[in-house]
């Protein structure tokens, strides 16, 4: 990461000048800003905030800064970022969340994160993504979590879907159940792709044609969940399921299916199973009887993310971390 003198020395200034340029531009004559501007932008240079510490001031541990996209404010993957924080204060390190929001400048959120600089970065999404890494972050030991470079090859640590749907669905199919009614997340998505793949596994091994199976697949946007009840009532006749399970692209389309069922007066599982996924905080209790699902390892993906960085690996592969199968009682 280029410093204050590689400015001053591209710019042929001294390191006041540099400093005036940041701080006070108006002080400077406007033939040596721009020539100081030009060379901070030549060496992607980003302010130092920690050099404006008061001298004298006790050493701080080493900080892991974490770039969250969507992360933090959402309910469903905030335990990334608690289990980053834990792991660093176990290993005497910090660690601070910069926000990304969608209508941010990257550029501008990536200076604000490297000016606090920290010893690493971990960049976190909410939601299976790949992402373009700012070439800036790279500078750094930097690791993704729960995300995947488009481009460059960084580390990063995902869930293992194929897995955590294979063995969920050979689950539902060993207890009996055959006729399996599927509504997927968006089709695009990354994680329903990759579970997608694991439901036609355990089928192909059962004996079973996945592609002869019913497939819904959700459109984007929240709104659509409603659109849940209609496809599972498109395949009721007469108060009686043409389907003995459903496999859910989430725990929010169970819960859907759940209310759908049971208003038609249909048993869970007597009538039929319900399948899930996420295991998402906050809604997982809510179901009665408790929900057979798939564990989204958010946790544990924050732990090895920040694990990367304290014990400085170099490796730049993509881990997938496994999604365990929980058992409920609506299988």
């Given at each position: 990461m280029?410093?204050?003198?590689?400015?001053?020395?591209?710019a042929?200034?001294?390191?006041?000048?540099?400093?005036?340029?940041?701080?006070?531009?108006?002080r400077?004559k406007p033939?040596?800003?721009?020539?100081?501007?030009?060379?901070?932008?030549?060496?992607?240079?980003?302010?130092?905030?920690?050099a404006?510490?008061?001298?004298?001031?006790?050493?701080?541990?080493?900080?892991i800064?974490?770039?969250?996209l969507?992360?933090?404010t959402?309910p469903?993957?905030?335990e990334?970022?608690l289990?980053?924080?834990e792991?660093?204060?176990?290993?005497?390190?910090?660690?601070?969340?910069?926000?990304m929001?969608?209508?941010?400048?990257?550029e501008?959120?990536?200076?604000?994160l490297?000016?606090?600089?920290?010893g690493?970065?971990i960049?976190?999404?909410?939601g299976?993504?790949?992402?373009?890494?700012?070439?800036?972050l790279?500078?750094?030991?930097c690791?993704?979590?729960?995300?995947e470079?488009?481009?460059d090859?960084?580390?990063?640590?995902i869930?293992?879907?194929?897995q955590?749907?294979?063995?969920?669905?050979?689950?539902?199919?060993?207890?009996?159940?055959?006729?399996?009614?599927c509504?997927?997340l968006?089709?695009?998505?990354?994680a329903?792709?990759?579970?997608?793949?694991?439901?036609?596994?355990a089928c192909?091994?059962?004996?079973?044609?996945?592609?002869?199976?019913?497939?819904?697949?959700?459109?984007?946007?929240?709104?659509?969940?409603?659109?849940?009840?209609a496809r599972?009532?498109?395949?009721?006749?007469q108060?009686?399921?043409?389907f003995?399970?459903?496999?859910?692209?989430?725990?929010?389309i169970?819960?859907?299916?759940?209310q759908t069922?049971?208003?038609?007066?249909?048993?869970?599982?007597?009538?039929?199973?319900?399948?899930?996924y996420?295991n998402?905080?906050?809604?997982?209790?809510?179901f009665l009887p408790p929900?057979s699902?798939?564990q989204?390892?958010?946790?544990?993906?924050?732990?090895?993310?920040?694990?990367?960085i304290?014990?400085?690996d170099?490796?730049?592969?993509?881990?997938r971390?496994a999604?365990?199968w929980?058992?409920g009682?609506?299988?």
């Amino acid at each position: 990461m280029a410093s204050l003198k590689d400015v001053a020395k591209l710019a042929n200034v001294s390191l006041m000048t540099v400093s005036r340029a940041l701080n006070s531009p108006e002080r400077l004559k406007p033939e040596t800003l721009a020539r100081v501007q030009s060379a901070i932008a030549q060496t992607n240079y980003v302010p130092d905030l920690s050099a404006k510490r008061i001298r004298g001031a006790h050493d701080t541990p080493k900080t892991i800064g974490v770039l969250a996209l969507d992360t933090v404010t959402t309910p469903f993957s905030v335990e990334i970022t608690l289990s980053i924080e834990e792991t660093a204060r176990a290993h005497g390190w910090n660690s601070f969340v910069v926000n990304m929001f969608s209508d941010d400048s990257p550029e501008a959120i990536v200076d604000l994160l490297l000016s606090h600089r920290p010893g690493g970065i971990i960049y976190t999404t909410m939601g299976l993504r790949q992402v373009p890494v700012p070439a800036k972050l790279l500078t750094l030991p930097c690791v993704l979590a729960n995300c995947e470079s488009l481009n460059d090859p960084v580390a990063s640590f995902i869930p293992d879907d194929e897995q955590g749907q294979y063995e969920a669905v050979k689950g539902l199919l060993a207890a009996g159940y055959t006729r399996p009614l599927c509504l997927h997340l968006p089709e695009n998505h990354l994680a329903t792709v990759r579970r997608r793949q694991g439901l036609e596994r355990a089928c192909h091994e059962a004996g079973i044609n996945a592609d002869t199976l019913t497939h819904y697949y959700m459109e984007y946007g929240d709104a659509h969940y409603r659109d849940m009840p209609a496809r599972v009532l498109a395949h009721i006749k007469q108060g009686k399921p043409q389907f003995d399970s459903v496999i859910c692209g989430n725990d929010r389309i169970a819960f859907m299916v759940y209310q759908t069922l049971l208003v038609q007066g249909l048993k869970i599982p007597q009538d039929v199973a319900v399948l899930g996924y996420d295991n998402m905080v906050g809604i997982g209790d809510l179901f009665l009887p408790p929900l057979s699902t798939v564990q989204l390892p958010h946790y544990e993906i924050g732990r090895l993310s920040a694990l990367h960085i304290i014990n400085g690996d170099k490796h730049r592969e993509t881990v997938r971390v496994a999604s365990p199968w929980l058992p409920g009682e609506s299988i």
